[in-house]
Structures are given as structure tokens and as C-alpha cells.
């Protein structure tokens, strides 16, 4: 069983809006820094969002800079991705992962990774 489970994936027309979900499956992620990463079929994975342990620091990659916000719900302890105004592009299986330190868009600095979700952005 994967650390980390994804929920939230599917098919969107261009322009709507999806968001995707991420919880512990063998222990709360209130100590730990999530990312988001997304993988597309003949691309190289790409660091999505980031968000400090305790929600007060935030960082995205430029491709989905104003439409994408990550966010972090102690009481849930689920960490989110909204994603608005989607593009055909934005087509990829999107995993969340966890690591001890600082946020980072480097994969290789996360520790637990979940299976991942698939979303598609028809055109």
C-alpha cells in the first residue's frame, strides 16, 4: 500500500475546474512538507505546488501559476490542489509526495509518494 493516496482525478472539458486530494494512509501529514508532481506521457516529471508542514508557505510552478492553488485543512489533514481553467496540457497522472524538511520541487527529496491520480483535459 502506497503512504500517500490521490482522489479527485477524471475527465474535464477545457476551462473547468478539478480538485485533487491528498491524505495519509499510515499516518497524519501535519509534520510534513507535500508537493505535487504530474507526469504526462513523453514528458519528464514536473514539480506541480508545494506547502510548508504548516500551511504558511506556498510555491508553484510557472506553468500553473494563477490557476492552480495548493492548500492544506488541519482538521481533515488533507492537502489539496485546485486547479482552475484547465488546459488540454495540464493532462498527466498527478501524484502527491511528502518529505521531513522544506518544501522542494526536486522528486528525489521526497520520501513518501502515493500511487497517483489520473487527470484529462479534453480538447
Known amino acids: 500500500q502506497s503512504e500517500l493516496v490521490e482522489s479527485g482525478g477524471g475527465l474535464v472539458q477545457p476551462g473547468e475546474s478539478l480538485t485533487l486530494s491528498c491524505t495519509g494512509s499510515?499516518?497524519?501529514?501535519?509534520?510534513?512538507?507535500i508537493a505535487w508532481f504530474r507526469q504526462a506521457p513523453g514528458k519528464e516529471r514536473e514539480g506541480v505546488a508545494c506547502?510548508?508542514?504548516?500551511?504558511?508557505?506556498?510555491k508553484y510552478a510557472d506553468s500553473v501559476k494563477g490557476r492552480f492553488k495548493i492548500s492544506r485543512d488541519s482538521a481533515d489533514d488533507t492537502v489539496y490542489l485546485t486547479m482552475n481553467s484547465l488546459k488540454p496540457e495540464d493532462t498527466a497522472v498527478y501524484s502527491c509526495?511528502?518529505?521531513?524538511?522544506?518544501?522542494?520541487?526536486?522528486?528525489?527529496?521526497?520520501?513518501?509518494w502515493g500511487q497517483g491520480t489520473q487527470v484529462t483535459v479534453s480538447s
Open positions: 499510515r499516518f497524519t501529514l501535519d509534520m510534513w512538507a
Open positions: 506547502i510548508s508542514s504548516n500551511g504558511g508557505s506556498t
Open positions: 509526495a511528502s518529505r521531513l524538511g522544506d518544501m522542494s520541487y526536486y522528486p528525489s527529496d521526497y520520501l513518501y
